[in-house]
């Protein structure tokens, strides 16, 4: 996502449009198109880009191994300041201002931001039920005979006690 430097006067300004993910440089699991909305906010001295996306992840829940959609979204903010940069700056999303620059390429920052809004969790839902690890049966979709089967190991000792006593 390219911004003109010579179409943006010094005000603030919305961009919003709406990308096919791998214009991004994404692949799966994400699909469809990304929402992004840049709020351009150009000063004598610095151009500060709020930036903000909408997109969708298709993932396979960890628990029941099902697919299943989940919207992700996120926002970060990319200053570009004209006086020289302080290598002791340690942050990522200030750039310098250069005199030459004609234009603001955002698509590797959007690239970076959306991958990081990928969770580390796969869960289809809070309260899926998971696979039975048994009979192997999706437990939200129906249920099985293992359940009942099942010993609280809690009881195990007990169980054992009696068992013994009855010998
Ligand atoms: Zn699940
Ligand atoms: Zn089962």
Redesign the pocket.
Known sequence: MKIKLNSIPVGIHKIALSKDVRDFGLQAPFFGNADVEVKVDRSEHQIVLSCNFVTQLLLNCDRCLAEYEQKVSGDFTVIYLAERIDEEIDDTNVYELTPDLTYIDLTQDFYDFINLSVPLKHICSEDCKGL?P????NLNIET????SEKVNPIWEPLLKLKKDLND
């Open positions: 039975c048994t009979c192997g049966a099985c005979e293992c359940e």
